[in-house]
């Protein structure tokens, strides 16, 4: 079973979530939370695989919440599913930043949700290319005029790091194997080699890494 916890200010919002998410037999909810300090509570109460976040909070806002909950004792596989609209740009790509898996916006509909809780819990990233690619390209250009590359960017093989140049561009580990004509078991191996190396948590952390150490240079695409 997958354990969510739904995070909105709206009653009615985390109502409705709520009732869609335990209505799937493959998802519980194990608590609601009406603003980021409960939030940080319950998931150091209930340890959710997925935690389903709202941005825009009266008093700690989303971003605020998902960094302690992603920084509390024992919480290495808790995910975070942000929901947010298309004028809130600039706190996608901090929570982001912050270790969020993904984010989904609030007009999503009601299989998209459930999708989206799955693929987060799985372990894999809500990254639409098209969304979340531009989305990091803008404020990385903006922030990050020279990029710092970590050390341990080194330590990749020069496979690996054509792994990271396509996992930044939003390519799935079976489009990845297909582009680099090799097995999915093949990239798999990469894809956790670079991520031990570099110590991510997951692919949304991978893009975040490759877009501000210049691995990817913002503008350039990557699925060429």
């Given amino acids: 079973m997958i354990k969510v916890l739904i995070v909105d200010d709206q009653t009615i919002v985390r109502a409705g979530f709520a009732a869609l998410l335990a209505a799937q037999e493959d998802i519980t909810v194990t608590g609601e939370a009406g603003d980021g300090r409960e939030a940080v509570r319950l998931a150091g109460l209930n340890r959710p695989d997925v935690v389903v976040m709202d941005i825009r909070m009266p008093g700690m806002d989303g971003i605020e919440a998902t960094r302690r909950i992603l920084a509390l004792p024992g919480a290495e596989n808790v995910r975070v599913l942000v ?6 740009d600039e706190y996608v790509y901090d929570a982001l930043a912050v270790g969020a898996s993904g984010f989904l916006l609030k007009d999503a509909t009601a299989d998209e949700l459930v999708s989206a809780v799955r693929v987060v819990a799985r372990g894999d990233s809500l990254l639409a290319p098209q969304v979340t690619g531009r989305l990091i390209r803008e404020f990385s250009k903006q922030r990050r005029s020279r990029p710092q590359a970590p050390a341990e960017l080194s330590t990749l093989t020069a496979r690996e790091t054509e792994v990271l140049v396509l996992i930044a561009g939003g390519l799935s580990n079976s489009e990845i194997a297909r582009r680099l004509v090799v097995s999915e078991h093949t ?11 570099l110590g991510l948590r997951d692919r949304a952390q991978a893009v975040m890494l490759a877009y501000e150490s210049g691995v990817v240079v913002p503008g350039e695409s990557t699925a060429g």
């Fill in 187 to 197: 990239v798999k191996t990469h894809v956790a080699r670079v991520f031990t190396k």
């Fill in 83 to 88: 929901l947010t609209t298309f004028d809130v």
